[in-house]
Structure formats: C-alpha cells, structure tokens
C-alpha cells in the first residue's frame, strides 16, 4: 500500500521560504507524477504543481514565480520550495500522486501538514 | 486559471438523489474527458470518489456516478445516505500539464 508522508516546519515567517518534503513509502516514485495541493483553513482545494520522476515540473500559473518542485528518487522523495510566503499561503499542504497522465487522478494522499505564515 | 465552478451548498433526505454540478470552459472540464471527483470529510484528507468523468475506483460504492455535458461536469449520489455528508471537490486537467480544483460544495443529509 502507498503511503505518503509530509514533513518540514508548522511555522514560517512572512517574506521566507516555506520548504516541505513528502516520503513516499509502499511503492516507487519513479512512475506518475507527484503533486503539491494545499487548502487554507476553512476554503478549497488548489493544486501547485507536480514533479515528476525524470525531474520534470510544471506549476500552477499562479505560483510560478514563486515556486519550486524537485524529486529524489533514490531517497523516494519529492519536495516543495515556495518563496516570499505572506499569510495568504497559510494552508494545510497535502503531497498527492496522480496516476494518470492528465493531472487529476489524485489516488493517494498524504496526511497533511499545516503551515502557518506569522511573524 | 480560474477555480472551477460549483455550488456552495446542496442537501438532500436519505434514500434521495442529489446532484453537484462543476462548471468550467473549454479549455478544461470542456476540452477534456479528464474529470475527478473528491470527497472529503470534516478534518480529514480528500477521498477519489470518480475520475476520467464517471469511472469509480475500486471500493467506492454504485451510488456515486459521474457525467458531463459540454463544460459542466456532474456528480450524482442516489440513495443519499448520512455518511455521505462531506465536502465535495471536482477536479480537471486544465491543459498543458496544469490541474484546476472547484471551490467545494457542502452537501448536508437532511
């Protein structure tokens, strides 16, 4: 069975870097694509973006600026940077695979981890 | 990438029918047959109820359903049950490798 995990700080100060990784036990991550989907208290879900095992990226046009993706696939592993966070970017940050190839089959989840962005 | 379209809220009584609609353009819900269904509960981490439209994935029970016409996609549970009260996302690929969510709808058992 997959099982994805976050993990990185709760805590982020306003204007620096919000960084988080998802391990990915249970299964390869050299397959599909492997998703950042975050959701401020009390509203919706937004994809981020998506890394994928060869190292490809592609990200919400609304990030781009401020985002990165990357993967380790020795360690089963993929990570999120997002910059010049402000307290907008308060969510709870979940890692998603998809298993299609059209970034919407969303099968496995991680737990979450909140992020708070506070001074 | 403007969120996709849904109702805010919907309800309905056990043993009825209710249905969620998802709107978006041709440039996502309508361009592709590529859309996903979540459910999510209070507190916990969404649930694929349908995706590429109307296929359910193993272990989701026959009362969910999945439809499309033009740019607005549909979920329909029959047979509405209290466990089935939940947030509801749809979700679809929106071209060149990006993803759009909608903005949830809040369906309430009577």
């Known amino acids: 069975q997959v099982q994805l995990q976050e993990s990185g700080p709760g805590l982020v100060k306003p204007s620096e870097t919000l960084s988080l990784t998802c391990t990915v036990s249970g299964g390869s991550i050299t397959r599909y694509s492997w998703n950042w989907i975050r959701q401020p208290p009390g509203q919706g879900l937004e994809w981020i973006g998506y890394a994928y095992y060869s190292g490809s990226t592609n990200y919400n046009p609304s990030f781009k600026s401020r985002v990165s993706m990357s993967i380790d696939t020795s360690k089963n592993q993929f990570s999120l940077k997002l910059t010049s966070v402000t307290a907008a970017d308060t969510a709870v940050y979940y890692c998603a695979r998809d298993s299609s190839d059209w970034l919407h089959l969303f099968d496995y989840w991680g737990q979450g981890t909140l992020v708070t962005v506070s001074s | 990438q403007s969120a996709l379209t849904q109702p805010r809220s919907v309800s309905g009584s056990p043993g009825q029918s209710v249905t969620i609609s998802c709107t978006g353009t041709s440039s996502d819900v309508g361009g592709y047959n590529y859309v996903s269904w979540y459910q999510q509960h209070p507190g916990k981490v969404p649930k694929l109820m349908i995706y590429?439209?109307?296929k359910r994935p193993s272990g989701v029970p026959g009362r969910f359903s999945g439809s499309k016409s033009g740019n607005t996609a549909s979920l329909t549970i029959s047979g509405l049950q209290a466990e089935d009260e939940a947030d509801y996302y749809c979700?679809?690929?929106?071209?060149?490798?990006?993803?759009?969510f909608g903005g949830g709808t809040k369906l309430t058992v009577l």
């Open positions: 590429d439209v109307s």
């Open positions: 979700c679809s690929y929106a071209g060149t490798y990006t993803s759009v």
